[in-house]
């Protein structure tokens, strides 16, 4: 009997003008590994009594050992993963009563009530994550970050490896998904051997999606409104 491949799957939405990326398929761990801005500290967005450092009733982690230390655990666990990141730990005095309700309003509506990114924080990102791994909002002050992060969860789903070498997917195929990536896409990595030595990768586009469960609950996507965008073969 025929062994099925392995096939890995991942949503992706990038909305550049507001700052905005929208994954399913993407964790805590990932996003740590994948974005090409380092992250000095993280205020959560509630208490989940992991650490003892805490401001206001936001749990604070502090530090890349700790941020690294974080995303070892099993995140899922904690069901909504909330978070902004901030630049020093002198800034959190700054915060006012109507910074603290803005914050809570993010956590609670996985959207900002004005902005959010935090000019008393520093913020690069806002974090709002369902499920780890699930469901995952991002938003960035720089857009082009989102795509990069993108590019770096593909290259990590083909390769299984950081140190590979990058050109082992083309380039042109890359600037394409980033391209379409405004469109909302579903991306399958197949794996063709047993030896995970060779993939196929293939891009639907499939249109703007909130609930991961419609989407993915009935993935096979010969009965989604989508259509095949871009594939590609590739030796790992």
Same mark, same amino acid.
């Given at each position: 009997?025929?062994?099925?491949?392995?096939?890995?799957? %991942?949503?992706?939405?990038?909305?550049? @003008?507001?700052?905005?990326?929208?994954?399913?398929?993407?964790?805590?761990?990932?996003?740590?590994?994948?974005?090409?801005?380092?992250?000095?500290?993280? $205020?959560?967005?509630?208490?989940?009594?992991?650490?003892?450092?805490?401001?206001?009733?936001?749990?604070?982690?502090?530090?890349?050992?700790?941020?690294?230390?974080?995303?070892?655990?099993?995140?899922?666990?904690?069901?909504?993963?909330? %978070?902004?990141?901030?630049?020093?730990?002198?800034?959190?005095?700054?915060?006012? @009563?109507?910074?603290?309700?803005?914050?809570?309003?993010?956590?609670?509506? %996985?959207?900002?009530?004005?902005?959010? %990114?935090?000019?008393?924080?520093?913020?690069?990102?806002?974090?709002?994550?369902?499920?780890?791994?699930?469901?995952?909002?991002?938003?960035?002050?720089?857009?082009?970050?989102?795509?990069?992060?993108?590019?770096?969860?593909?290259?990590?789903?083909?390769?299984?490896?950081?140190?590979?070498?990058?050109?082992?997917?083309?380039?042109?195929?890359?600037?394409?998904?980033?391209?379409?990536?405004?469109?909302?896409?579903?991306?399958?990595?197949?794996?063709?051997?047993?030896?995970?030595?060779?993939?196929?990768?293939?891009?639907?586009?499939?249109?703007?999606?909130?609930?991961?469960?419609?989407?993915?609950?009935?993935?096979?996507?010969?009965? $989604?409104?989508?259509?095949?965008?871009?594939?590609?073969?590739?030796?790992?």
């Amino acid at each position: 009997m025929k062994t099925k491949n392995k096939i890995i799957r %991942f949503y992706t939405k990038i909305t550049p @003008e507001r700052y905005e990326g929208v994954f399913s398929g993407i964790t805590f761990r990932d996003f740590i590994k994948c974005t090409p801005i380092a992250i000095e500290n993280i $205020l959560l967005l509630e208490m989940t009594y992991i650490t003892g450092k805490h401001h206001n009733k936001f749990e604070l982690f502090e530090g890349k050992h700790e941020i690294d230390k974080i995303a070892l655990e099993n995140i899922y666990n904690y069901g909504d993963f909330c %978070f902004v990141d901030y630049k020093s730990p002198s800034l959190l005095k700054h915060l006012t @009563e109507n910074h603290i309700a803005e914050l809570l309003y993010l956590k609670h509506m %996985f959207k900002p009530l004005e902005s959010p %990114f935090f000019d008393v924080l520093q913020n690069n990102f806002a974090y709002l994550s369902h499920d780890d791994g699930w469901y995952c909002k991002i938003y960035c002050k720089e857009s082009e970050i989102l795509s990069m992060l993108l590019v770096n969860k593909i290259r990590n789903m083909a390769q299984g490896n950081f140190q590979a070498d990058e050109s082992t997917i083309p380039s042109n195929f890359i600037k394409h998904i980033c391209e379409l990536s405004t469109k909302g896409l579903i991306l399958e990595v197949e794996y063709l051997s047993p030896r995970l030595d060779s993939a196929e990768i293939r891009v639907y586009e499939v249109g703007e999606y909130k609930n991961m469960d419609a989407l993915f609950n009935s993935i096979d996507l010969s009965r $989604l409104p989508v259509s095949l965008v871009e594939q590609v073969v590739i030796d790992l």
